[in-house]
Structure formats: C-alpha cells, structure tokens
C-alpha cells in the first residue's frame, strides 16, 4: 500500500463552485456570454484595475500582452531565469529575443540590480518590455524596476500568477498585484494549482483602455465590428486567435473568486505554522526570503536546503519526502538552461539563478491542508535530511 501522497498544490474546488458550473451549463451560452464580462468586471474590482481581459490561461495572457504591445520581431524582452517557461516563451511567439535576467539568490526574485545588469546584454536591441515575476506569491520590487524599464524606452508586464491577493507597501502607499500601478499589464493564471481554479484560464488587468481594447481583439480572432455596421459585418485589421475563456469556465472564475478572502487567509496561516515549524531546522533548511515591501498570500511554500551540509541530495530527499507521503516539486529549472535558449544565447553566467535552483524545494502549500499536515511534513522533511 502506498502512503497518501500530499501534493505540492491543488484546488479546492466545494459543492458551490460545481453548482455554479451546473447553472453555467443550462444556460445559452457556453463560451461567449455574459459571465465572461462579470467574471473580468469583477475581476477588475478585485485586484484594482480598471480593466481585466479574461483569456484561455496565462500563457495565452503572456502572448495577448506582447501582442497588445505590438513587440516587434528583432526586439528584445527581459525576463528572469527563475520562472515558468511561458514567462520566457512569449517573447518567442511575437518572434522578441528574451534577455536573461538573474535574481536574488535567497528570494528567486528579479532585482533592480540584476535587471540593471541584463540591460547591459540587450545587443543594440530596442528593449520593449519588462516581465517581472512575482515568484512564489512574493512580489517583485515594482517602483524601482519600472523606473529602470522607463528609461531604457520599456514598460513592464508582471507575470503573476502566483501572487493573486499579495500586497506591497512601497513608501506609505498600500498597493495590490494586478492593480497595474507601475506596469502596462499584469498577467494571471488559473491553472489548478494557483490560487483561484477554473482548470485552464487566465486573465489580464490594464488601466489603459486601448491595451485593454487590443486584449480583447486579439482573443478572438482580430475581429472588430464598427459601429452602426450591418448585423453580419466584421472586419479584421489583424489577425488574432481564439484564446477565449468560456463561460462555463467564467462561472467557476467567480465563484472562486468569491472564496478568495477565505482561500488567502488560509495560506497566509499555513505559511506563518510553516515557518514556526520550519525554524528549528535552519540554517539547514530556510524558507525563501521575504522582501521587505511584500505582504504575500503564498502560492509556494518554498524552502531552501543547503543539501551539501546535509550531506542528502535533492533526489534523495525528494524521494524521502514521497516515501512519507509528502510531494514537492522544484520551482524552477533556470529556464535559460533549457535547450532551446542555449542554441539560440549560449550559456549566460547567471549565479543567483544557479544558486536558487541548487537548494530550492516547494513543500505542500494549498487551502484543502489540515493544520496537522504542517508539522507532518515539517518531520517528514527533518527525517529526510538526517543521518541515516
Ligand atoms: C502558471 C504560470 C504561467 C502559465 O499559466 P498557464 O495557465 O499554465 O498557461 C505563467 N507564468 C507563471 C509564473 C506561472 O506560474
């Protein structure tokens, strides 16, 4: 028999929200209805922007923001290594170069520093955009990153899907991710594991009414249809895709959305028991480091792991952890290591990102956890990096 395994992450998905998606289903509309516009309206009020664009997921996000953009072939795209591929690939869709950024060793963040110095790799490229990551539900230091974007000629796009709920507090200014105050756009995914779940989805938040009217555009198909025009006309200045977000999906978008307030506070705790738990083991093992400005509802649990100390390798004690019935997974592979960037950069030198990635480790972290479950895998995990 195996042990129940506790994954790293998952939804929560109760008899309401299944309700909500019954309700959806005996409606008119499956996919373009009048729940896409509820769902992005309340959205919008939600995270504080003006606009929000809902759309097939967050990868589709990223591509509808460097499409909204207009980021040119040729031109270049700043991302960090540390983060999901897409926040990387997107530049590649519109056919942008990506430049690398490193990142703070102990939070996995894009810094103002290690922003400044990819700026200095841009090659004579004209610089477009700016995707800082909020990794982890952590957020990234967006004053000073925007004013850096500004004077290269760039504007940023926050990458957040794991930081739906996190607030920032730069100067005495209270400020939420998704509110766009120093960014074009920001970018969000409801992929199961990440806070809200609708299966696949996604979502953007602007405060510029045209980036808001090109999203939408280019969601479906480049299509626009001029005012006063017969009932069949449509026209296409551009062609677009389908990277719709049914309204099925969009029933289910906000009424987890409603649970946000319950699903943020439960990982807020889990995260505080975790690191009372977790204290006794440093400095062998240290949760990520908390910037100073970010008050953040936590996608990730992640720990670093000086696994040389401990004499264990990460197989090891990933392998440990399961046998235990605990997962973990590795957030994130340096996605400028990926085969396909190092044809087309080489190999980058980028230390904080190697760094990273040698102790990181995502422990279980999701609102369905019990209380109990913090210090399971809290022993779970001391027992994997002891002496055998
Ligand atoms: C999940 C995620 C994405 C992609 O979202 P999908 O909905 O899976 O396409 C992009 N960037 C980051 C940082 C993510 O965590």
Request: glycine share 6%; aromatic share 6%; hydrophobic share 45%.
């Amino acid at each position: 028999m195996s042990v129940p395994v506790l994954p790293y992450g998952r939804q929560t998905i109760e008899d309401d929200d299944i309700a909500a998606v019954a309700e959806a289903l005996r409606g008119d509309f499956l996919t373009t209805g009048p729940t896409v516009e509820r769902f992005e309206r309340v959205f919008a009020e939600t995270v504080g922007a003006r606009h929000a664009v809902a759309c097939a997921n967050g990868t589709a996000a990223l591509h509808l923001a460097m499409l909204a953009l207009d980021v040119q072939p040729g031109e270049a795209v700043v991302a960090p290594s540390i983060t999901f591929l897409a926040t990387a690939n997107c530049a590649r869709y519109v056919g942008a170069e990506v430049v690398f950024a490193d990142v703070d060793p102990d939070t996995g963040l894009m810094t103002p520093d290690t922003l400044a110095r990819a700026l200095e790799r841009l090659d004579g490229r004209r610089l477009r955009a700016v995707l800082p990551v909020h990794l982890r539900g952590d957020a990234a230091e967006l004053p000073a990153l925007e004013t850096l974007a500004q004077d290269a000629g760039a504007v940023l796009v926050e990458d957040a899907p794991h930081a739906l709920g996190t607030t920032m507090k730069f100067g005495n200014a209270t400020e939420q991710v998704g509110d766009v105050r120093h960014s074009a756009m920001a970018t969000f995914s409801f992929h199961p594991v990440k806070t809200i779940a609708t299966g696949e989805g996604g979502m953007v938040t602007t405060n510029d009414a045209a980036l808001a009217e090109r999203l939408r555009r280019m969601r479906s198909h480049g299509m626009v249809r001029p005012e006063g025009c017969e009932p069949w006309w449509y026209e296409m200045p551009e062609p677009g895709l389908n990277y719709r977000l049914p309204d099925v999906l969009c029933a289910l978008g906000l009424s987890q959305l409603a649970k946000l307030p319950r699903f943020a506070a439960r990982r807020r705790a889990l995260a505080s028991a975790y690191r009372e738990a977790l204290a006794p083991l440093a400095p062998l093992v240290r949760p990520a480091a908390q910037p100073a400005w970010s008050d953040p509802v936590l996608h990730l649990m992640t720990v670093l792991i000086d696994f040389e100390a401990a004499g264990r390798t990460r197989l090891q004690v990933v392998e440990a952890l399961r046998a235990r019935g605990v997962g973990s997974q590795v957030h994130y592979i340096p996605v400028h290591r990926q085969p396909y960037y190092r044809d087309r950069y080489g190999d980058l030198d980028l230390p904080g990102a190697e760094a990273w990635y040698a102790r990181c480790l995502s422990l279980p972290l999701y609102p369905g956890m019990e209380d109990a479950d913090v210090a399971r895998v809290v022993e779970a995990l001391q027992a994997a990096l002891s002496p055998t």
